[in-house]
T-cell receptor, first 114, second 113 residues
Framework: DVKVTQSSRYLVKRTGEKVFLECVQDMDHENMFWYRQDPGLGLRLIYFSYDVKMKEKGDIPEGYSVSREKKERFSLILESASTNQTSMYLC?????????????FGEGSRLTVL | GDSVTQMEGPVTLSEEAFLTINCTYTATGYPSLFWYVQYPGEGLQLLLKATKADDKGSNKGFEATYRKETTSFHLEKGSVQVSDSAVYFCALSRSSNTGKLIFGQGTTLQVKP
């Protein structure tokens, strides 16, 4: 059974803290994504990666960075958390070159920044 | 740029009622279209898809037809159940090779017994 695992379901951090969100997939997928989910705005792409050490900015990369040192792991980093980064963060993966376009999602990490 | 617009929610229905959730899109070229569903406390999962005009995607009693002339991909189900209560997202692909999707705002469906 395919699985995308996000390390923390709920986090509470203070303004200015550095935050790491970890995501691991066991499907040997090339593509990995970080989305942010907010009510009324749907999902917005922060960053994606199509290979180890490769990354590309999505629609809202400001205030975020990513790391992909191994194929199965994709980390989202908030260098200095701010209250407007309080949100649900969703990691996803997919097979490169697939014509189905199907993404496999983790359960999400809900981050609250105080 | 490319975009997806869904009807505002929440949608509240009684069990066995007919469901329609509207979705329209703006895109260059010929995107693939998707409906994803998010059950409470879970991540999103693919519900159905269509890759070209006039294709009909279907799954678990849900259907949607890719209408290029009206740029729409409305989700329908003839008889909803309480277990269908979830958030539904319409999405389009920018490129099937990278898997990058653009999502609509999401529509919350609540089905009452």
């Amino acid at each position: 059974d395919v699985k995308v695992t996000q390390s923390s379901r709920y986090l509470v951090k203070r303004t200015g803290e550095k935050v790491f969100l970890e995501c691991v997939q066991d499907m040997d997928h090339e593509n990995m994504f970080w989305y942010r989910q907010d009510p009324g705005l749907g999902l917005r792409l922060i960053y994606f990666s199509y290979d180890v050490k490769m990354k590309e900015k999505g629609d809202i990369p400001e205030g975020y960075s990513v790391s992909r040192e191994k194929k199965e792991r994709f980390s989202l980093i908030l260098e200095s958390a701010s209250t407007n980064q309080t949100s649900m963060y969703l990691c996803a993966s997919s097979l490169f070159g697939t014509s189905t376009g199907e993404l496999f999602f983790g359960e999400g990490s809900r981050l609250t920044v105080l | 740029g490319d975009s997806v617009t869904q009807m505002e929610g929440p949608v509240t229905l009684s069990e066995e009622a007919f469901l329609t959730i509207n979705c329209t899109y703006t895109a260059t070229g010929y995107p693939s279209l998707f409906w994803y569903v998010q059950y409470p406390g879970e991540g999103l999962q693919l519900l159905l898809k269509a890759t070209k005009a006039d294709d009909k995607g279907s799954n678990k009693g849900f259907e949607a037809t890719y209408r290029k002339e009206t740029t729409s991909f409305h989700l329908e189900k003839g008889s909803v159940q309480v277990s269908d209560s979830a958030v539904y997202f319409c999405a389009l692909s920018r490129s099937s090779n990278t898997g990058k999707l653009i999502f609509g705002q999401g529509t919350t469906l609540q089905v009452k017994p």
